[in-house]
């Protein structure tokens, strides 16, 4: 069975929480890479990068919509989501950007458990995490290598 440990990327970019927005949509232009791991200064994995992340900037901030119902207001969006929406579209840093947490795997996962992920989740990359650190990358070029062999 081919692992994640055998097909997976080590020689990583990487974003920091505090970059700067301007330079980490740089670094991601620049490597041609859809997105980047964010690391703390341990190499803790804390987020991920994506360009979608970046593109939600040019967004515009959508309107609550609003209706009455029986001389009450009734709010269709949260105000959570609206403030998670702001911050992320007047992101400066990449921790108001990145989307924290991610999804992870491990080296030991399975080729084919990746490849579900993948398709089920729309998931182009995955952080690759070993006792709590970054350890390596996998894509989904690297999966489809993987099939090749």
């Known amino acids: 069975m081919i692992t994640v440990r055998d097909i997976m990327t080590t ?7 505090d970059m700067d927005i ?5 670094t991601l232009l620049d490597n041609k890479i859809n ?3 964010v690391v ?14 970046l593109i939600t900037q040019q967004k515009k901030l959508p309107i609550p919509t609003v209706f009455t119902f029986l001389d ?13 929406q702001v911050r992320k579209i007047a992101a400066l840093t990449v921790s108001d950007a990145m989307t924290p947490d ?7 996962t399975g080729s084919e458990t990746v490849a579900t992920l993948m398709v089920d989740r729309n998931f182009h ?12 990358i996998i894509g989904k070029e690297d999966v489809l290598r993987a099939f090749l062999h």
């Open 22 to 26: 301007a330079m980490a949509a740089k």
């Open 40 to 53: 703390d200064d341990s190499g803790r994995l804390v987020g991920i990068l994506c360009q979608s992340d």
């Open 102 to 108: 991610p999804v992870t795997v491990a080296p030991d």
């Open 35 to 37: 997105g980047a791991p």
């Open 125 to 136: 990359t995955l952080p690759v995490v070993e006792n709590s650190r970054l350890v390596g």
């Open 72 to 84: 009450s207001f009734i709010q269709l969006t949260s105000m959570k989501k609206i403030e998670k």
């Open 11 to 17: 020689d990583l970019i990487t974003v920091t929480p």
